[in-house]
């Protein structure tokens, strides 16, 4: 971060380190792509249960979807304040992102805590193998976009995040977007389309 | 070279010494290291080829049990693959790439460290399994990895691999496969963004382009394996059910996963070897390479089509009849940009003046080996056959012609090619020439008649083999092959070091090369360039007026970059993390952990001005 953005020559035009996060999120697009094709081939293969329409609840994962989808806006605020150099509502956007990343993390902590005490563990059947792992890596990329926003924070309390440094929160932002569609992705295949019920698997 | 000791001097001056070794951030250093580390590996897994060989060079032969034959065979594989082939062609990646497209450095000099300290860590993480035992409490000295390097489940579970065997094999593989994509996002972004004005895509040397795709497959393809392994691991550690039958898991998961990386891997180690070769043939043809453009997007057809044909190493499951058939296609399809190539690499030469130096000797030996392995691949592709070649033999004689004719060879090529540019001096002709005889003669008589004992039914990966199987011959001539290698490499070695102190001064461009990393001095500077030329064809250095001048002293002070030692210090904290999976403390994980935080932030906050 000791630089400022297009302070060099690139044949592109853009940032070098631009180019490099687009990379790596299609490089994440497989990764999350090999979870969740892993999460629907077991789909409906449990042994025994409890699986999916018995313990998913839609209404409260509704909520945590809505809160990280409202933290995506407050990412794109935060941009957009630091832009125009806009010192007070860039540190009011962050922080809201982060904070609105951080109740998700509470959600789902709340939500694995819940599954556990129903009988649901990582080892239970394969459900909750897939589920906790592909949910688990997508809440650890959450903790991390916390962690990230959280020293953006810092960054422009001790006053260097001006418009010259806009880019580290862009790409901060290409990352918790990316991580924001993901879920959709997950939220949908797994909470919303259930393929499987219990009936038909048996 | 003298360059440096001018007025002009770059405002950080070539450090020297071991600490600047670790520490350095310079692509050509990089590459240098790369190119050292993988050359020992090379001979660590050449030398577990000869174990093997020397058991299987008689019937029923006691040399070597099944046990210790499981670890060398495994353990040649993910060495020859992972720690060879791979970092060898990273070796040219980073000496070489920043010079052809004309740049100071890579796009991220600190991630490319890392790759480096990562991709080493994780080798010697992975070889210290051979003497790891007694930590482990083992009857053996050696716990080394002993699934094969495909690692089939349910071969790695618990149940039937207790020992910590495949830990080592798969929090090393994961590892690795870390080291892989940081580099592989380094390069993709100095290759899209480093490029010097002029340097169009389309002017790029057929060796970067392959790179590039090479790249963009590690990209994609790594994180396949990643999340098969970890899957594997939270089997291994947590005891979940990802692989197991009984709790309606399966373990045709795990092949689906692995080759839908095993097979673009393929790719990744012979797509930077046709790079090579497509760089070498034209400059001792003296003639351009034939069909340029065909040969760019054939690799780029290879690299997308490299994705639809994993499941022909899986036939033997039983697909069924419709996945087979179009798997059976693509397979055939896939042959028809590589033999695109073989035919651009033929045109080149004919009718040329052609040189046969070292380097086109090797070159041409790629293309001839190349066409062997290609044509038993074919084969493959039909599911009837390959049901019956399928682990025999004649997939071993398949790929390794493939591989060590193929990928071997190339790399040669290119080390023969870039040496006098990466050190100033040229490796010695003669022992080359002899350097290649051998080989050629080694790699032909050690695996040709792998085709006859495969097509006769001996089984790979097997220790032994009984005498009324008529294999006895065939594997005598074969043991005798990878002995003839082993002399061959060892002439290598013996060329290397002489050369290094003794070979004849290399000129900027003594091969009279058409490329831009020969418009610089052999080593090239610090720098690279004295100025950032001005590229106007795609043989600037065969054409009048294809580059603008780059003098010999910078007009003005060129910045270089300090070293960094975060790099390898980061490196170290995941290494120390794949420590506290294999001890299994949580304790240890949560330190490592820490340490990789604290060291990610000092190298973001760190100042570095590329």
């Keep these: 971060m000791s630089h400022a953005a297009g302070a060099h020559y690139t044949s592109t035009g ?189 | 070279m003298a360059t440096t000791a001018t007025p002009h001097a770059p405002d950080v001056a070539a450090p020297t010494g071991f600490w600047s070794w670790i520490t350095t951030t310079d692509h050509k250093r990089i590459g240098i290291l790369y190119g050292a580390t993988a050359l020992v590996f090379f001979i660590v897994g050449g030398f577990e080829a000869l174990l093997i060989r020397l058991q299987l060079g008689s019937a029923e032969n006691t040399l070597i049990g099944a046990e210790a034959f499981n670890q060398l065979f495994t353990m040649h594989g993910t060495t020859m693959v992972f720690l060879a082939i791979m970092p060898l062609s990273a070796a040219f990646f980073n000496y070489i790439i920043p010079l052809q497209i004309g740049a100071r450095d890579v796009a991220f000099p600190r991630l490319n460290a890392f790759s480096y300290w990562l991709f080493v860590l994780g080798g010697l993480f992975m070889n210290v399994s051979f003497v790891a035992g007694p930590l482990f409490g083992a009857h053996a000295i050696s716990v080394a990895p002993d699934g094969g390097w495909f690692g089939y489940a349910n071969l790695t579970s618990t149940q039937y691999s207790p020992g910590p065997n495949i830990d080592f094999w798969v929090l090393g593989l994961q590892i690795l496969g870390i080291a892989s994509l940081a580099a592989g996002f380094n390069f993709i972004t100095t290759i899209i963004n480093m490029r010097a004005p002029g340097m169009k895509l389309m002017r790029m040397p057929a060796f970067t382009w392959m790179a590039f795709v090479t790249q963009f497959i590690i990209v994609t393809a790594f994180p396949v394996i990643t999340v098969a392994l970890v899957f594997l691991t939270f089997d291994r550690t947590f005891g979940t059910t990802f692989y197991s039958v009984a709790a309606g898991g399966d373990v045709l998961l795990w092949q689906h996963l692995f080759w839908l990386f095993g097979h673009p891997e393929v790719y990744i180690l012979i797509l930077p070897a046709m790079g090579i070769v497509s760089d070498v043939l034209p400059v001792f043809s003296r003639k351009p390479l034939f069909g340029y453009a065909v040969v760019v997007y054939s690799g780029l057809l290879i690299g997308v089509m490299g994705w639809g044909v994993w499941a022909h190493h899986m036939f033997q499951v039983g697909l069924g009849p419709i996945a087979d058939s179009v798997f059976s296609a693509t397979t ?70 493939v591989l060590v004719g193929g990928g071997i060879m190339g790399l040669f090529a290119g080390i023969y090619y870039w040496f006098p540019k990466m050190f100033g001096r040229l490796l010695s002709e003669p022992l080359g020439k002899l350097h290649f ?174």
């Design chain 1, 14 to 202: 853009l940032d070098n380190r631009k180019v490099a996060f687009w990379t790596f999120i299609g490089s994440e697009c497989l990764l999350f792509g090999s979870l969740i094709a892993t999460y629907l081939v077991y789909e409906g293969r449990s042994v025994s249960g409890p699986t999916t329409h018995e313990i998913l609840n839609i209404p409260l994962t509704s909520i945590s979807t809505f809160d990280l989808l409202m933290s995506s806006l407050c990412m794109v605020l935060a941009l957009a304040a630091v832009q125009r150099g806009d010192r007070v509502w860039a540190r009011a956007w962050l922080g809201m992102t982060a904070l609105l990343g951080t109740v998700f993390l509470g959600f789902q902590a709340y939500e694995f805590n819940a599954f556990v005490d129903e009988g649901l563990g990582l080892t239970t059947n394969l459900f909750g193998s897939t589920f906790f792992t592909l949910t688990g890596f997508h809440g650890g990329h959450v903790a991390v976009g916390v962690i990230w926003l959280v020293t953006l924070l810092i960054r422009s309390f001790q006053g260097k995040l001006e418009p010259d440094r806009a880019l580290n929160v862009e790409i901060a932002g290409l990352y918790w977007h990316f991580v924001d569609v993901v879920w959709i992705v997950i939220f949908t295949v797994v909470y919303l389309i259930q393929t499987t019920p219990i009936e038909a698997a048996i």
């Design chain 2, 332 to 401: 055939m399809l896939i042959a028809v940009p590589t033999g695109v190539k073989i035919f651009n690499w033929i045109a080149t030469m004919w009718g040329g003046q052609l040189r046969f130096t070292s380097a086109m000797l090797f070159a041409i030996g790629f293309i001839g080996m190349f066409i062997i392995g290609g044509l038993s691949g074919v084969m493959h592709a039909s599911p009837p056959a390959d049901l019956q070649q399928t682990d025999t033999y004649f997939v071993v004689a398949h790929f390794h012609y």
């Design chain 2, 437 to 610: 005889v051998l080989m050629f003669i080694g790699v032909n008589l050690a695996h040709f008649p792998m085709h006859f004992s495969g097509l006769l039914g001996m089984p790979r990966r097997v220790y032994t083999y009984s005498a009324d199987l008529g294999v006895t011959g065939f594997n005598r001539v074969s043991t005798i092959g990878t002995m003839i290698i082993a002399l061959a490499v060892a002439v290598f070695v013996i060329n290397v070091l002489r050369s290094l102190r003794r070979g004849e001064i290399a000129s900027k461009n003594p091969w009279g090369s058409p490329k831009l990393e020969w418009a610089i001095s052999s080593p090239p500077p610090v720098y690279n360039f004295s100025v950032i030329p001005t590229v106007r064809s795609r043989l600037p250095l065969w054409v009048t007026d294809g580059v603008s001048e780059i003098p010999d002293v910078p007009p003005v002070p060129v910045h270089v970059p300090g070293g960094s030692m975060w790099p390898i210090l980061t490196a170290s904290g995941v290494i120390v993390i794949a420590v506290a999976a294999l001890a299994k403390s949580p304790l240890i994980a949560i330190g490592g952990a820490l340490a990789v935080a604290v060291c990610i932030f000092a190298w973001a906050f760190e100042p570095f001005e590329v």
